[in-house]
């Protein structure tokens, strides 16, 4: 794991449904600092900051929170909260990192060779989109690789088969089933064909 972004926030002085509307509407997200050791921190960050993170690191990255007038945390995004109805995010929690402290994280998966599944008329499906993984906050990976090229219809990738980093582990099922191949369907073109050929005019 490693830092890739700075925020900025500033501390929170109202709370309550109202505040955090304005706070939504002005561009920023009412958000709370948490971890081991220390009291919670009632912050608003940058609304357009946080996602710009989140979809370029992904949750388990690392980023530099830096609050005005008071100190810059280590954090990572540990929870974000929808509006129900309206969509969008209206709420976002952050959890200090101490690396050399072990910590849980929702680490997404990332194949490769995708390009030579598709070539071979097979695609990937997804049962789990990240894997829950605990251990050092240093040793975090960014994502969990798997390289799809060698694959083939019926192979299965299990949470077992996954390579993890030295350190970090999965608790879940290593029988559980990450990823799959399928064989995609070949149109009939037979039947396409039929279909198009002229029907001769009685005589």
Excluded: W
Aim: glycine letters at 8%.
């Amino acid at each position: 794991m490693k830092k890739e972004e700075t925020i900025k926030g500033v501390r929170r002085t109202e709370t309550g449904s109202g505040a955090n509307k304005r706070l939504r509407r002005d561009g920023f997200l009412p958000g709370n600092i948490f971890g081991k050791g220390m009291d919670t921190v009632q912050v608003a960050v940058r609304r357009d900051e946080v996602m710009k993170g989140l979809a370029k690191h992904g949750k388990a990255a690392e980023f530099r929170l830096e609050v005005e007038g008071d100190k810059t945390y280590d954090v990572m995004v540990r929870e974000i909260q929808n509006l129900p109805t309206k969509g969008g995010v209206q709420h976002v929690d952050f959890q200090r990192i101490i690396l050399s402290e072990e910590l849980k994280a929702e680490v997404p998966v990332k194949t490769v060779g995708t390009e030579f599944v598709e070539t071979r008329h097979m695609y990937i499906l997804h049962q789990m989109d990240v894997i829950p993984v605990r251990g050092l906050a240093k040793d975090l990976p960014e994502a969990v690789e798997i390289d799809v090229a060698h694959l083939h219809p019926g192979d299965t990738v299990t949470v077992g088969d996954l390579k993890l980093p030295k350190g970090i582990v999965c608790d879940v099922d290593p029988e559980s089933p990450v990823l799959s191949v399928k064989e995609a369907k070949k149109h009939d073109e037979t039947v396409e064909e039929a279909a198009e050929e002229p029907v001769a005019d009685a005589e």
